[in-house]
């Protein structure tokens, strides 16, 4: 899974587009809401490591953390209710989805 492949992913969902929120800065991307104008992903590169974070339920963040290796609390944001997925080669693209289609209803 790639940065390109989150994108098309994400724009697959009702009514989201993309947008570059920080000035001088066109990789960092983020997924939001038409209507609310909300984040539900931010996509970014961290010492040439893919990261995407995705908003959870807070009860869910403790178990995703002890369970994957790649999800760990969120890169400048509330760590409580966002998490940072670090996309590599063995990340689950199913659940990469099912976290990105969580944060999008978390967000609406």
Do not use: Q
Request: net charge neutral; glycine share 0%; proline share 4%.
């Amino acid at each position: 899974m790639d940065k390109e492949e989150i994108i098309k992913y994400c724009l697959t969902l009702e009514d989201t587009f993309k947008d570059c929120p920080f000035p001088d800065d066109f990789e960092s991307v983020t997924m939001k809401h038409c209507k609310n104008k909300k984040w539900f992903a931010l996509i970014m590169n961290v010492n040439n490591k893919l990261y995407l974070n995705v908003k959870t339920d807070p009860n869910y963040s403790d178990i995703l953390r002890n369970t994957y290796d790649y999800i760990i609390p969120a890169y400048h944001m509330n760590k409580e209710h966002w998490n940072t997925i670090i996309i590599d080669g063995k990340v689950d693209k199913v659940l990469v989805k099912e976290l990105i289609k969580e944060s999008y209803k978390l967000t609406k």
